[in-house]
């Protein structure tokens, strides 16, 4: 029996959640191909489904990240490792001139079940150094987040060794459906 994924608004500061509202989408993860298949990198692969609806699309480069305009909205990719994600974020809203509060940030989660989803608006960031590093230079944490859960039941071993481990087989299925879900919520406004 397949288990129930989750899908849940934060409602925290009492902001409702609007896809029109909503100008860039950054998918977090690390450039470096060798990690493209790991846990840690499941913002980069939901923003690279939410794209392969859209019609044919090339992406365009600059230093701290690479983009596609489409949908009336900007697709970012840092080209800086999940640490520094700060960078590229911030160099990203100046460059298309969008408020923090028109970002939607998609990254992993450990603290949720593989293909839970949790959006949010305004949270600190419980730990994930992506998200540390866009708070630390955005200076304001005013924006949303899709939290896309990573943690398995038999996971022993800590967040950062599990998260660059190459995503189970059995997962894939698990993340392509809640992947299906967010486009669903964002085209649903």
Do not use: C
Not at 10 to 25: C, Q, V, Y
Request: glycine share 6%.
């Amino acid at each position: 029996m397949p288990e129930k994924r989750n899908t849940k608004m934060d409602r925290t500061k009492n902001f409702a959640f609007h896809s029109e509202h909503i100008r860039l989408i950054a998918g977090l993860g690390n450039p470096d191909p060798k990690l493209a298949a790991t846990y840690h990198n499941i913002g980069t692969r939901a923003l690279e489904f939410l794209l392969a609806s859209s019609e044919d699309h090339e992406w365009k480069t600059k230093d701290e990240f690479r983009y596609v305009k489409a949908d009336s909205k900007f697709f970012v990719v840092p080209n800086t490792f999940m640490n520094e994600s700060g960078i590229a974020i911030r160099h990203a809203l100046h460059y298309f001139k969008v408020t923090p509060e028109s970002l939607l940030v998609l990254h992993d989660d450990t603290d949720l079940p593989v293909g839970d989803i949790r959006i949010g608006f305004g949270r600190g960031s419980a730990g994930h150094h992506g998200i540390e590093s866009i708070i630390r230079s955005l200076g304001t944490n005013e924006f949303w987040r899709a939290r896309i859960g990573v943690r398995r039941d038999d996971r022993k071993e800590k967040a950062g060794a599990f998260v660059l481990k190459r995503i189970r087989r059995a997962d894939e299925t698990r993340f392509e459906e809640a992947f299906q879900e967010l486009r669903t919520l964002l085209k649903s406004d």
